[in-house]
């Protein structure tokens, strides 16, 4: 059975021409909703009502204008009422989230596995644009998501109730553990409760594995970005904040696509 699997998953995944572009279209306009959850969410606002309207002269923006990726190329990156500037992040959210589509659909075909780990991406990409924006994690997606993706028994083969249970458990205890730490030597706070919430979100999705691969390539691409950040910041008095979030966020995606294979290299190369 498992060999009949395989192989119809393969002859999926081969043909990809148009389930390809179906997945990049479906995935760009779902990143057109995640701009409006990115916008309003930290405003408190409806994700709902109204529609979608312009943030500087706030006119509501015609569904023929709304169009993914297309209708900011077409208006050149300006609003057709008032000619104000548009953020090229819009579009390349879309577009973002519409290659991670592809990439699913690539990895997983059209089966509940690339469905499940699609909205997991999604509100992973909400959250670390929320996190870059305003240094803050909402509690209204990372609290509501761990219940939502300890259902991963269900949809992910390798998954069990125990091993999700388990990964809320490390996840929020160990970054948990580290603030605590952290605090007991400082005397202040190094680490938000909206990156403990979040942790163990992802180990309600990933289990214990995913939690510690998070945790290790995150604090990678942190420490990383945190050295550019410094070099590029040692002549000005301008100070920057770096959230965790989006770092964390990347390290789970990075799992979702790569952890199995970099996990076996990793013990390979320990264990000659």
């Known amino acids: 059975m498992l060999i009949i ?3 119809c998953e393969n002859t999926m995944a081969d ?3 148009f389930p390809g572009w179906f997945a990049f279209i479906v995935g760009a306009c779902i990143g057109s909703f995640l701009n409006v959850c990115i916008y309003r969410i930290p405003e408190n606002r409806s994700i709902v009502s109204p529609g979608s309207f312009c943030p500087n002269c706030q006119n509501s923006i015609p569904f023929y204008l709304n169009i993914p990726i297309l209708s900011y190329i077409f208006l050149k990156g300006r609003c057709k009422f008032c000619q104000g500037s548009i953020s090229i992040r819009y579009p390349l959210i879309e577009a973002l989230t519409g290659i991670f589509a592809v990439l699913l659909a690539l990895k997983f075909s059209l089966t509940p596995a690339a469905v ?5 991406i999604s509100v992973l990409i909400t959250i670390s644009f929320i996190d870059l924006d305003y240094q803050i994690i909402p509690d209204r997606i990372s609290i509501p998501g761990i219940f939502i993706f300890s259902s991963s028994f269900y949809f992910l083969p390798e998954m069990t109730l125990f091993q999700s249970f388990a990964g809320i458990l490390t996840g929020g205890g160990l970054l948990y553990a580290v603030a605590a730490f952290y ?3 400082r005397k202040q706070e190094g680490m938000g409760g909206g990156d403990i919430k ?3 979100m992802i180990g309600a999705a990933t ?3 995913g939690v510690l691969f998070t945790v290790f390539t995150g604090s990678l691409l942190g420490t990383f970005i945190g050295i550019l950040t410094l070099l590029y910041t040692k002549n000005s008095d301008t100070k920057f904040r770096i959230p965790f979030g989006p770092f964390l966020s990347a390290g789970a995606i990075l799992y979702i696509f790569l952890g199995d294979g970099l996990i076996q290299w990793y013990v390979g190369m ?3």
């Open 15 to 17: 043909y990809m021409p």
């Open 198 to 200: 979040l942790l163990a």
């Open 207 to 209: 289990g214990i594995k």
């Open 270 to 272: 320990i264990s000659r």
């Open 116 to 120: 499940y780990w699609f909205v997991f």
């Open 5 to 7: 699997y395989k192989e």
């Open 183 to 185: 605090y007991l030597l």
